[in-house]
């Protein structure tokens, strides 16, 4: 919704409230965030081997786009994005990763709306 139409909506409102008089606008449909879900191949791998990372995301009215991303110690990592499903990224298990890799994936829907995947985990050999 507009900036300009917002206000006018506002201000119809008082208007309205300051009459005694109730009113019902509708400013448009209930939008619901996107769902998104990770799938991460393959579940273990060393340094250097590549992971599949494949989004399921679905949307009231459309995905725009899902974004992969790497939980590293300083924060989150974009790794890609991809704009049509099948929503998939390749990438490589870092040469200092130990212990376990985590990723994510975030759908972005036509109103900016998002939604998160679960953290899936590659465990490091």
Partial sequence: MTRRRTVVLTVIALLLAGCNVGAYIDIGPN???PSVSLAV????A???DTISLVAAAADD???VEVTFYRIDIGGDTLLGRDGGAPYALET???AGA???V???ARAIDDAGQVGESQVLAVTVR
Avoid: I, L
Avoid at 41 to 44: D, E, W
């Fill in 92 to 94: 490589v298990v870092p």
């Fill in 46 to 48: 060393a340094r250097g």
């Fill in 98 to 100: 130990s212990g376990e």
């Fill in 31 to 33: 939008d619901d965030p």
């Fill in 102 to 104: 985590r990723f994510f």
């Fill in 61 to 63: 009215y459309r995905v």
């Fill in 41 to 44: 191949s393959p579940a273990s």
